[in-house]
């Protein structure tokens, strides 16, 4: 296939050897302009986030572990076992910033970082400085915990990018001494070994990727194969808080660990891009509905339990104690495009849709305004004495004892253009709607794709081509289930959406296509099993979740208390706010009266609902996305508004 040399070479964190139906376009062939909000996170990711995540690895103590592993520092190992890997995935943001815009803002940073990795690098390969510096007798002794593999994993990620971005190879050469021991203690001849924390799979096959050594993709398959057949000693966790209690191929449900349960999907939908294996297809499309279709929040969020940072049961979602970290919203828009790539069963629009809910609500609420300040775990409920523990505080912090999340949303920000647009033989398929620059590969005729739109705020979306395109080339649109029958206007008339979630159409050159979404806003209900939020309601307009804050609630008036109207419809202000009426709950009954109707006041309250993706930047106040609504309307769904 003409796409396939392309994918091969193109500068992007997932490129597939085999051939795909759908091929990643390289970072550099789309840019998100500064006029639109993702090109603006972009600019502030690299000019605030990056560089405070530096100074973070090094204030921590994470960079001082290295100097202790190499000998050149006194003192005490600081973090957790995993620490090291804070500073490969800061390394990793600043490899695909490179790749954004070719900054040179970080190099002596890198130099300085990469060579004293090197230097704490054991003769043998061997690198984690937990094991070097406070437990060397535990080197590949405790598996289920140490975290050597999963650390790996990300040194890997990061040697890579840096390597595809800049082409410097320094750090991929460390990365690769690393994996060859692995590989002889591990492969086909070695010890039978998995990691307690998935990670090293999905690395170890872009390893393959980037250097076409097959020993990286044997060993990934191998460690596949290996995992649900008890290898892990599990202590009081169990088997399946590590995706160990089944073998891959036979484990449809997503259990357990979220973060460790999303990752290897990544790693096991990787190795079947690369070797074809349907039986790994297979298990993986069931994941994908367990994950989708029961156990994510409406923010894009994952994880139910504080216990284990675990999924709970089907349909088990409480609000007010989700646990949903941002690091499994990351892994899963990771395994989500890698799903798009093979073609998976819920086709492309559902696996761009997914990414869309996650990057609009919940990554984007990770983050505060200033770049500088994460949420690890994202409730849609805040209660007003809700109290704050370690890995979910009442507000965002600038940093973690555990601190995985932080330097996540750097790296996953940086490649936000990879997320964008992917190429079949004959087509452009634009999946994510963001001010932006296309740059067609050359199997398409290397056209210029100018994305002008104000989304998510507004529906407008329009697409000009400049240049040449081969004869055939194809444009393919993707239309949001909630805009209902928008059409995709060319040349040659509109386009309505397909069975596949598009509209297609001719890319003729020099023609404009205009799109017009449906943005008005609606209510949302729950499924019926979700137990925690039956009888209550949610607000969406557009890809955009909304919450109600304290912050705009009049004094005695508390969002604990508020009681939907929905039969007053929804008004929607130019800035993106929207405006309910609710009325109040008295707020002294009994913890458990009669029977009956809960009693509330008769006056109406108009009240202000803001994206989920800003909350808290105000104050720490009380806030939630679910309200309680009048029963008639909540039980039967109410329809959208049109107000």
Known sequence: MPSTSLHRTAVTPARPVADVKHSPLDLRAVRLLDSGPLGR??????????????????????????????????????????????????????????????????????????????????????????????????KWAEMESTHELYVLGHLIQAAIALDRASGRADLLDIAVRFADLVYDRFGPDGAEGICGHPEIETA??????????????????????LRGHGLLPTNWLGPRYFQDHLPVREAR?????????LYLNAGVTDVYLESGDNALLSAMNAQWASVHERKMYISGAFGARHSGEAFGDAYELPSDRAYAETCATVADMHWSWRMLLADGDAGPAAYSAAIERELHNALRAAVD??????????????????????????????????????????????????????????????????????????????????????????????ITVDGSTVPGTQLAVRIPEWSGAAALNGPDGAHFVGSDGYAHADLVPGATYRLGLDLTARFTR??????????????????????????????????????????EGIRAHEDGQLTV?????????????????????????????????????????????????????????APDSRG
């Not at 190099?107 to 984690?128: C, H, N, S, T």
């Not at 096959?205 to 194969?225: F, H």
């Not at 137990?531 to 919450?547: F, I, M, T």
Request: net charge negative; with cysteine; hydrophobic share 40%.
């Open 41 to 138: 996170w972009q600019h502030l990711n690299s000019t605030a986030t990056i560089p405070h995540c530096i100074a973070q690895v090094e204030e921590s103590g994470v960079v001082h572990n290295f100097r202790l592993a190499a000998g050149e520092s006194a003192g005490q190992h600081r973090g957790p076992v995993f620490a090291d890997s804070d500073l490969y995935k800061v390394i990793e943001a600043v490899a695909w910033d490179i790749a954004r815009c070719g900054t040179h803002e970080f190099d002596a940073w890198l130099d300085e970082v990469i060579a004293l990795v090197g230097r704490a690098q054991e003769p043998d390969g061997y690198l984690d400085t937990w094991i070097q510096v406070l437990h060397p007798e535990k």
């Open 204 to 225: 170890l096959v872009e390893l393959y990727r980037q250097t076409r050594d097959q020993r990286y993709l044997i060993l990934a398959s191998r460690m596949v194969d």
């Open 253 to 261: 449900e997503a259990v357990g660990h979220a973060v460790r349960q």
């Open 369 to 462: 305004a200033t770049g500088t300040r994460f949420f690890y775990a994202n409730p849609l409920q805040l209660r007003p004495d809700r109290y704050s523990e370690e890995s979910a505080p009442r507000e965002r912090v600038p940093w973690y004892p555990c601190a995985c999340c932080p330097p996540n949303i750097a790296r996953t920000v940086a490649q936000l253009s990879g997320y964008v647009a992917s190429t079949t033989d004959d087509t452009l398929w634009l999946h994510q709607f963001a001010e932006s620059e296309i740059d067609l590969p050359a199997h398409l005729g290397g056209a210029r794709l100018t994305v002008t739109t104000g989304y998510p705020l507004e529906g407008a979306v329009e």
């Open 526 to 567: 729950a499924h019926h099993r979700i137990d925690a939020v039956r009888g209550s309601l949610a607000l969406e307009r557009g890809p955009l979740l909304y919450c109600i804050e304290q912050a705009d609630l009049p004094a005695g008036i508390k969002v604990d208390d508020l009681v939907l109207l929905p039969a």
């Open 581 to 637: 009426l609710c009325t109040q709950a008295t707020p002294d009954e009994p913890l458990y009266p009669p029977a009956g109707g809960v009693p509330t006041s008769t006056a109406q309250l108009p009240v202000t609902a803001v994206p989920f993706s800003s909350w808290g930047n105000r104050n720490s106040d009380a806030m939630r996305v679910w309200i309680p609504a009048v029963p008639s309307r909540a039980d039967a769904g």
